[in-house]
């Protein structure tokens, strides 16, 4: 048996390829012209191994003594299996990772894109639409397509994610609609990153112990305008009124790719695993908007966020707000695209709960806020479909920080190279 029957032997539907293929795919590709011929199961994985030259400095010094090295490698599995006509199941676990270097799962959720139900009824209803069901991360906002998740890094042509970084997995459910290029999405969620039948407790600063469902919200256009020009537009709602521990902003639990940047002496890689990032901490409630757009000319593509949220912990009575937006260029090129230039600008300006509120002169949700921009330059080459090396330059400054936060006058800069296999 050669290797491309083994592949058709294995082959799970509407699946996101796991290589090179999968760049630039958003939501999962749907088909339900394919025929069921028993149960597949297909395994995958990701590796990433970095190597940093990093260098930081603040006004109060006691930060972290960092110098040239290699990062703990980290490295995930996939299983996706087909489970009936139009059905597949995906499990994904984090063999390794900064934040938990033992193995643990992500998640996981069943995908249904036909329904075991006889009628043509059904057969229309899900020509065009996708149902997925499980603990599983949440279709908010198209970022998340993007970016690095533990030793999965190769859909990312950067090295680390957003300053904000909006991703999260919870337990729910996801209804998709598509057609003629327009997509509209409707989730439901527990709101929190694992189950929880837990009371909540009041505070003097809020009574408030009813746990509240997430909903969210998505719309947009993703066409092939021409052979060689695509273009995307997706608006995305998130809102949770009242959760136990809502981490929409702090779902990531494998750890930032900068290791130790900005982080005080002493600490360990995983009691500081999201050295870069930005959480504003809305833990108890939480109202966010983000619009992405996306436009694909030949080689060329561009990849732009802007982003607002608005929320607070169980211990505040005014909700602060945060704000963000990025933009990616990036220029691939050779004759798979296998190679590619490009520059990334994110910038955050967010009012966190442990800065204290000085003064008037500003309104109250934007009092003392504190300002993190970062700018990056990325570049890569595909060996094969599955091998990836890049590499990054950034540089990444703390703004308007109280005099006695460490992080007062901080930045950071430096190299990262990664080697990266995804299959």
């Given at each position: 048996?050669?290797?491309?029957?083994?592949?058709?032997?294995?082959?799970?539907?509407?699946?996101?390829?796991?290589?090179?293929?999968?760049?630039?795919?958003?939501?999962a590709p749907?088909d339900?012209?394919?025929?069921?011929?028993?149960i597949?199961?297909k395994?995958?994985?990701?590796?990433?191994?970095s190597?940093?030259?990093?260098?930081h400095?603040?006004?109060?010094?006691?930060?972290?003594k960092i110098?040239?090295?290699?990062?703990?490698?980290?490295?995930?599995?996939?299983?996706?299996?087909?489970?009936?006509?139009g059905?597949?199941?995906?499990l994904?676990s984090y063999?390794?990772?900064?934040?938990?270097?033992?193995?643990?799962?992500?998640?996981?959720?069943?995908?249904?894109?036909?329904?075991?139900?006889?009628g043509?009824?059904?057969?229309?209803?899900?020509?065009l639409?996708?149902?997925?069901?499980?603990?599983?991360?949440?279709?908010?906002?198209?970022q998340?397509?993007?970016?690095?998740?533990?030793?999965?890094t190769?859909?990312?042509?950067f090295?680390?994610n957003?300053?904000?970084?909006?991703?999260?997995?919870?337990?729910?459910?996801?209804?998709?609609v598509?057609?003629?290029?327009?997509?509209?999405?409707v989730?439901?969620?527990?709101g929190?990153?694992?189950?929880?039948?837990?009371?909540?407790?009041?505070?003097?600063q809020?009574?408030?112990?009813?746990?509240?469902?997430?909903?969210?919200f998505?719309?947009?256009?993703?066409?092939?305008?021409?052979?060689?020009v695509?273009?995307?537009?997706?608006?995305?709602?998130?809102t949770d009124?009242?959760?136990?521990?809502?981490?929409?902003?702090?779902?990531d639990?494998t750890?930032?790719?900068?290791?130790?940047?900005m982080e005080k002496?002493?600490?360990?890689?995983?009691?500081?695993?999201?050295?870069?990032r930005?959480?504003?901490?809305?833990?108890?409630?939480?109202?966010?908007?983000?619009?992405?757009?996306?436009?694909?000319?030949?080689?060329?593509?561009?990849?732009?966020?802007?982003?607002?949220?608005q929320?607070?912990?169980?211990?505040?009575?005014?909700?602060?707000?945060?704000r963000?937006?990025?933009?990616?260029?990036?220029?691939?090129?050779?004759?798979?695209?296998?190679?590619?230039?490009?520059?990334?600008?994110?910038?955050v300006?967010?009012?966190?709960?442990?800065?204290?509120?000085?003064?008037?002169?500003?309104?109250?949700?934007?009092?003392?806020?504190i300002?993190?921009d970062?700018?990056?330059?990325?570049?890569?080459w595909?060996l094969?479909?599955?091998?990836?090396?890049?590499?990054?330059?950034?540089?990444?400054?703390?703004?308007?920080?109280?005099?006695?936060d460490?992080?007062?006058?901080g930045?950071?800069s430096?190299?990262?190279?990664?080697?990266?296999?995804?299959?």
């Open positions: 048996m050669n290797s491309e029957q083994v592949l058709a032997q294995n082959k799970v539907d509407n699946l996101r390829p796991y290589d090179q293929n999968g760049i630039n795919v958003f939501e749907k339900t012209t394919t025929d069921f011929d028993g597949k199961v395994f995958g994985a990701g590796f990433t191994q190597f940093q030259g990093l260098k400095k603040n006004k109060e010094g006691g930060l972290s110098t040239p090295g290699f990062n703990t490698a980290n490295a995930n599995l996939f299983m996706d299996v087909q489970l009936a006509d059905i597949r199941l995906n994904t063999l390794s990772s900064r934040h938990h270097n033992e193995t643990w799962v992500k998640g996981g959720y069943i995908q249904f894109d036909k329904l075991p139900f006889k043509q009824m059904w057969d229309d209803i899900m020509k639409t996708t149902i997925r069901i499980g603990h599983m991360e949440i279709n908010y906002g198209d998340h397509f993007r970016r690095s998740d533990g030793g999965h190769i859909y990312n042509p090295v680390e957003y300053i904000m970084d909006a991703f999260t997995t919870e337990i729910g459910g996801e209804v998709l598509r057609k003629h290029g327009l997509f509209g999405l989730g439901v969620s527990n929190m990153i694992k189950g929880n039948i837990d009371s909540l407790v009041a505070t003097a809020d009574d408030n112990i009813h746990k509240s469902p997430a909903i969210y998505k719309a947009g256009f993703d066409k092939q305008l021409t052979e060689l695509r273009v995307r537009v997706a608006a995305s709602y998130y009124k009242s959760s136990g521990g809502q981490t929409l902003y702090g779902g639990r750890g930032s790719n900068y290791f130790m940047a002496s002493g600490g360990t890689y995983a009691a500081n695993a999201f050295s870069g930005l959480n504003p901490g809305f833990t108890k409630k939480v109202d966010a908007f983000q619009l992405n757009g996306f436009v694909k000319a030949q080689g060329l593509e561009l990849f732009g966020t802007y982003e607002i949220a929320g607070r912990t169980k211990n505040e009575t005014t909700d602060r707000k945060a963000q937006y990025a933009m990616d260029a990036v220029y691939r090129f050779g004759k798979t695209e296998n190679l590619f230039l490009g520059v990334r600008y994110n910038a300006k967010a009012r966190l709960a442990d800065v204290p509120v000085i003064g008037t002169n500003l309104p109250i949700n934007y009092t003392n806020a300002n993190v970062r700018i990056a330059y990325g570049a890569g595909f094969t479909r599955n091998i990836l090396l890049k590499g990054e330059y950034v540089k990444q400054q703390f703004k308007n920080l109280p005099v006695a460490y992080r007062n006058g930045e950071f430096g190299y990262v190279v990664q080697a990266v296999v995804g299959f």
